[in-house]
């Protein structure tokens, strides 16, 4: 059975935090990827984002549903959507938009496992990560081209 090493994209495009959007979006498009890890400053990953993450960042706002009752307004969702809505809405960085932690794998991990994860979380942007740094990275058109 193949293992990550074997599928892994090893020239690996990374992201910051700091990273504007603007950039990010010219990355992935530039390099037909889905996504990228986030990297910290020792160049370890924290989190990736993808495509998805972009498609999110540009959804309408939705405006909570709220009760009036003597001069008193009482929201009737969770206040922390509206929260979480708005700081999307105003987000200039890929810190604002990024998913955390990461889920990575390591070089020996099955391809099967690494299939299994990115199916059962829609996960589609994998790193591979060997004593905390950054070896590889795993995305959907890899594993599909291990079949062949």
């Given at each position: 059975?193949p293992?990550?090493?074997?599928?892994?994209?090893?020239?690996?495009?990374?992201?910051t935090?700091?990273?504007?959007?603007r950039?990010?979006?010219?990355?992935l498009l530039?390099r037909?990827?889905?996504?990228?890890?986030?990297?910290?400053?020792?160049?370890?990953?924290?989190?990736?984002?993808?495509?998805s993450?972009?498609?999110?960042?540009?959804k309408?706002?939705?405006?909570?549903t709220?009760?009036?009752?003597?001069?008193?307004?009482?929201?009737m969702?969770?206040?922390w959507r509206?929260?979480?809505?708005?700081?999307?809405?105003?987000?200039t960085?890929?810190?604002?938009?990024?998913?955390?932690p990461?889920?990575?794998?390591?070089?020996?991990?099955?391809?099967s496992?690494?299939?299994?994860?990115m199916s059962?979380?829609?996960?589609?942007?994998?790193?591979?990560?060997?004593?905390?740094?950054?070896?590889?990275?795993i995305?959907?058109?890899?594993?599909?081209?291990?079949?062949?």
């Amino acid at each position: 059975m193949p293992k990550a090493s074997d599928i892994m994209t090893r020239d690996v495009v990374t992201v910051t935090i700091e990273t504007s959007i603007r950039e990010l979006a010219q990355k992935l498009l530039q390099r037909s990827i889905n996504g990228v890890p986030v990297i910290d400053e020792e160049k370890r990953v924290i989190g990736v984002v993808c495509e998805s993450d972009l498609v999110e960042f540009n959804k309408p706002l939705h405006i909570p549903t709220v009760f009036v009752i003597l001069d008193s307004i009482i929201p009737m969702e969770n206040p922390w959507r509206l929260h979480k809505d708005l700081k999307r809405i105003a987000a200039t960085k890929v810190g604002d938009i990024y998913s955390h932690p990461a889920t990575t794998v390591d070089p020996e991990t099955d391809v099967s496992e690494i299939a299994r994860i990115m199916s059962e979380h829609k996960y589609y942007t994998i790193p591979v990560v060997d004593n905390e740094l950054l070896v590889g990275v795993i995305g959907k058109v890899d594993i599909v081209k291990s079949l062949i």
